[in-house]
């Protein structure tokens, strides 16, 4: 290795002293050289940048070891103006924020991030950014894996029923119009779940858990930034392609569902969305219902069967 880059053994010790450092597993065989046993499960940012063919997403990235939330970050840099497509990404975050104010278990081994976007775009459809976030992890998971994930209203992605990832969208908005959208994306990659809180147990899955071995994730953090710009792309070009992909790839559409809203549960089933991402409800009573937000529960297709 000294002679090939041309350098002293002494500085080649000193790179491999650091690689190890990083978490590498490096053999020495004296008078022979070294071997590489196996590599850390870290992202490597210089690989994704490499990678990266995007329009708009990920010209910014910015890596963390630790934070308490991405999008907490994510929304201080976009108010700081920080400029559409920047990335905030984690290894691990020790107060990571899911939907309906819970807690995101957010181990190392997963990958937690953030996206700011600057849509124009009416305050009503900013439901369907997180839309789009579905359809896009949704179709790297698939084309990336070939694992079929589907999406549960409104933007749970699950593999045979399973939860893999979570979205969160937090905005900042004029009365009527969007200033900028944080997309807040926890996906379970490597994680053990074994350690996973008890109430999660059970209901989430991991997508090496489905793939059966540990999955690179600087490729699979490449292949998500890919897809999120090439839907963002679409969805500003003609959000209806968007929906009628979600409606694809939904696990939720033509299943009886039971949602809790304000006057107690109702129960029917899920017709379609609407334009501004709503799910539609059929009840049995006949009456059309939307729901807004919140979360359906997959019922068992008694009405049906
Ligand atoms: C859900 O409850 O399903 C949404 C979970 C969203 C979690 C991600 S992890 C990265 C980003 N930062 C956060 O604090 N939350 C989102």
Redesign the pocket.
Known sequence: MAEKFRISRAAVWKQIKMLEREGCKIEAVRSKGYRLVTMPDIIVLDDVKHELKTTTIGKDIRYYSEV?????L?MKLAQDGASEGTVVI?ET?H??????G?R?F?PRG?L???IILRPVLPTHKAPLITLLGGVAVAAAIREHLGIAAGIKWP??ILIRGK?V????AEMSAEPDSVRYIVL????NVNMDSRLAPAEIQGMATTLAAERGGIIDRTRLFAELLAQIDRWYRIFCENPEAVLSAWRNLSVTLGRRVAAVGQDGTIEGVAEDIDSEGRLMVRLDSGVLQRIASGDVTIRKDTKNE
């Open positions: 308490d939330s991405t999008n907490t994510a984690a975050q107060g990571g924020k899911g939907r309906l819970r995101w957010s997963n937690l991030l953030s933007n749970d939860k990832c979570g979205l969160l807040g994306i926890g996906l």
